[in-house]
Structures are given as structure tokens and as C-alpha cells.
């Protein structure tokens, strides 16, 4: 059990299971940590979400997420304000957000990356005033014209560093960083900015829908032992989230997957 | 007709014509360069591909493909050999080399991008003594584990500034490298090693089958013109090669795709 206490099960891996269900599941499971999803949370309702959680004893290691900055601006500062509400009323460890991608009819990355910035600058106090700490997750460049136009720890390192580590940090991703030839160095440099680690798999063939693309732990081409170990060095010590969306994975048992993904994790990972 | 005087055919984008209805549909439209893939150049005959694509005045902006270092070694090696004799034999202007993937069963990226080094050692002289050019290409991301080990421009110049910028450049492909923060800081520093620009869109949702993923010029995200604009400004003069792999393209008449092609090339990225 112990090689396991920093496991978080991202609640989106097993996408069936309603909160109540997920957070039955981690606490039969003797899983310590949950990555919470703001619609499922928004379902049972933010308060008692809060309470259920809490009760269970469970940590949040995220919640997911907040972001998508590239279309219409006052609606997105808004819903990223209450993402950032939420995140306080449920105690996690950080808000992920993933920036958007190329507003509708843009070429334009550079505009699309400027505007990002700017709304992490207006963002940023507010969090802080809460004690919300953001996490700048970069995007496997697949998703750079639809999901995310921060494609790089680079890239997302640039403009977290103009806030301070506590208000914005980084969510780093083994699905959508282990290509990146800078991942070592990069990792190195965020430090005390890493507020996540999520882990799925590269699997090849990619599946035919590129959302639902990331694999199980081990089933992949990602030396994920040394993805952890990279980020342990660089001072990490939080919780290791899995998070994948993958239609076969979606499609099983729940709690089948939850037991496939501590021994894959065993397995593959941390043992 | 003068705007269209740097467009070069890749006759992969019209994957259903032999090599001699590439070269009389390109002499048909007027098209004064082709894109050469070594299959098509073997189904033909060597010497005679030669002489069909020289009799009909073309120039040979590249041929596709070497590399695919990371498997059976000495193989591998010969292979390139070969595609070296037969890209001074054709006069192209350069070998375009596709790296290849993670060797079956590995996660050891390092290792597989220092394999790739240790070949263009192998083969830089051989290419030299035959004024041969190698044309290093980084691939997007996506084929990181399954084509092509060499991510980012950055890492591709890394390597090629170890040899002769006559015989060791890069190809510049704006469906590999659009999305790349550095893209723009890296063509600048390349200059006069670009030996190959070539032209496809990245199109959302992303086609099924990730190898046949990209889009038609005007159809996607990819701002065209100010990604020519830029190896311009770079000091490249040389063609630019429209390369799409994408099964709807491959389904038209070939006649008409070249149509298309010259269209969008005028309203997207040359007019």
C-alpha cells in the first residue's frame, strides 16, 4: 500500500461513476487522493461535494479545470472566477487550466498565446486572495489549434513566472510532454512551480478520436518511472494523478479499472 | 502563372498517379518542380525516372525518403546508401529523412535520438562525396514514438550543425512545426540550412488515422502565409512543396486535386 499513498485517481478515468460513486470507490480502495471534475461537482452540488470529500478524507489533487481564455473574454474571466471559488470551497491543491486553442477562423498562435496571458494577469489576484493556487497545464501540440495553445513546460513556465510560485504554477502531463526534447531541463526549472502531475500513456496507433487518444499506464511508449523520478528530482512530493480519457478504459467496470490502474502504477510506475 | 513559379508537386499528395502521370500531369499544368518518393522511383526504373523527370524539365525539390534510423541497424544504413545514390542520380535538391520512432519495446528517447546521431555521422560523408544533401525533418509530436524521434526544429539544427550546411540542412514542413513557440527563433537560426519547405494544413477534428492527417492548403488552423513568409525571411528561395497525406485528397481525381492545389496555393499563401 504505501508505494501507493501519493495515488490520485483523476475522476474523469473512470467517467461513469458519478462523484458519490468515485469517492465510494477511492475509500473502498484505500486510495487517498481524488482529482475532482467541476461538472460532477456541479451535479451533487458544490457544498455537499465539499462535504462528501472532506468526510471521506479524502485530498483533492486538483480540480479540473478551468482555462479556454480564447473566445469570449468576460464570460471566460467569469466562469474562471467561480472555477476558482470551487476550487477553494473543495480545498485543492490547484486549479488545472487548459488555455483554449485558436479562437473560430484564427491563424493567429501569437494572439492566441497573448491573450492567455492577459487573463491569467487578470486571474491571478483573485486566486491569490483565495489561496487558490493555478496550474498552467501545457498541451500535447495535437491540440494546439482546438484545446490549448500553450504547448510546452517552456512556454507555460514563461508566463508563470511572472506571478508568484504559490499563485501560479504548472500541471505536468506525461501524455503531453514526454516527446518535448527540453521535458529534463524544463521540469528542472519549474521546481516549486510543479502543483500537478497527471500520468497517462502514449499508445500507438493513436485511437481514431484524438480526445479520447491517451492509454493506460504501461500500455504505452512514455517511461513513466522516469517521468516520475524527474519530477521527484526537481522537488515534487504532491500526489501522482491518473487521468485518461480513452473510450475502451470508459467503457469497463470501474472499479476494475481502478484495480488495473493500481497495479499498472505498481507495476509500471512506482514499484 | 509567376507566383506559382516555386510550387513544387510532392507526387505523394496524388498517391494514386504513377511517376510518369505525375510528371505529365506537372507538365500539363505547367508545375516546373516535383517531389519524389523512392517507391514510385523504383516501380519506374532508376535511370529511367531520371531521365523522364529531367527530359521533362523539372526540377526535383526532394526526394522522400531516408532515415528510420532506430531499428536493425546495418539495414538501415544501406538502405540510406542507396536512397543517397539514387537522390544524386534523380539531381534532387536534397534527401528528406524521416528519423524513425522508438525501436519496438523501448521508452528510451534519449538513446533512440542519439542513434539517429550516430547515423548521420555514419552517412554525412557518403552524402558529401556525392553532393548530396540531407535534409534532417523534424515530425510533429504526434509520431514522436512511431516515425520520427526529432520533434522540434531546435533539435533537428542541433544535430545538422555538427556537418557542413551543404551537406547536413533540415526540411521545414508547416504541419510538423506550426505550432512550435520557438518556430520562428529557430527558422531565423537555420537559414542556409533549410533545405526543404514543404506545405500541408492542420485541420480539425483531426482525421482518423493519424498518418493521413493532414489538410488541404486554406482548410485549417495553420496561418500559410506567414509560415512562407517566414523561411523567406530566413533566406530560402528554394520551392515550396505542397505534401498532404489525407485519405479524402488521395480519393479525388488527381487532375483536379492539382487544381485545387494551385488554387489554394494563390488564395492562401502566395496571392
Known amino acids: 500500500m504505501n508505494a501507493l499513498r501519493r495515488f490520485s485517481l483523476n475522476q474523469k478515468t473512470i467517467d461513469r461513476w458519478t462523484l458519490r460513486q468515485a469517492v465510494d470507490g477511492c475509500a473502498a480502495a484505500g486510495v487517498e487522493a481524488i482529482g475532482l471534475w467541476r461538472e460532477p461537482v456541479h451535479d451533487h452540488g458544490l457544498r455537499a461535494a465539499a462535504k462528501l470529500v472532506r468526510d471521506a478524507g479524502l485530498r483533492v489533487s486538483s480540480l479540473c479545470r478551468g482555462g479556454f481564455f480564447t473566445g469570449e473574454w468576460a ?29 473560430p477562423g484564427s491563424r493567429d498562435l501569437p494572439s492566441a498565446r497573448s491573450r ?7 486571474l491571478a489576484p483573485y ?20 484545446r490549448g495553445v500553450l504547448s510546452t513546460l517552456a512556454d507555460a513556465l514563461d508566463l508563470a513566472e511572472r506571478f508568484p510560485a504559490q ?36 499508445i500507438t496507433p493513436l485511437p481514431p478520436d484524438a480526445l479520447l487518444a491517451r492509454g493506460m499506464l504501461g500500455d504505452g511508449h ?31 467496470d470501474g472499479d476494475t479499472v481502478l484495480a488495473t490502474v493500481r497495479d499498472r502504477l505498481l507495476r509500471h510506475v512506482l514499484g
Open 167 to 202: 499563485t501560479v504554477g504548472v500541471a505536468v502531463d506525461s501524455f503531453h510532454t514526454w516527446w518535448d526534447p527540453a521535458l529534463a531541463a524544463q521540469v528542472v526549472r519549474a521546481g516549486d512551480r510543479i502543483a500537478s502531475v497527471q500520468l497517462a500513456d502514449w
Open 75 to 103: 464570460g471566460a474571466l467569469d466562469d474562471n472566477r467561480r472555477a476558482i471559488d470551487e476550487a477553494a470551497e473543495l480545498g485543492a491543491a490547484c486549479l488545472v487550466l487548459v488555455v483554449g486553442g485558436l479562437p
Open 116 to 122: 492567455v496571458a492577459d487573463a491569467i494577469a487578470e
Open 222 to 252: 512514455i517511461d513513466l518511472r522516469g517521468f516520475v523520478a524527474l519530477t521527484d528530482s526537481a522537488g515534487y512530493d504532491g500526489d501522482l494523478e491518473v487521468e485518461i480519457f480513452n473510450a475502451d478504459v470508459w467503457a469497463a
Open 127 to 146: 486566486a491569490a486572495a483565495r489561496s487558490v493556487r493555478l496550474a498552467l497545464e501545457p498541451m500535447h501540440p495535437i491540440y494546439a489549434a482546438d
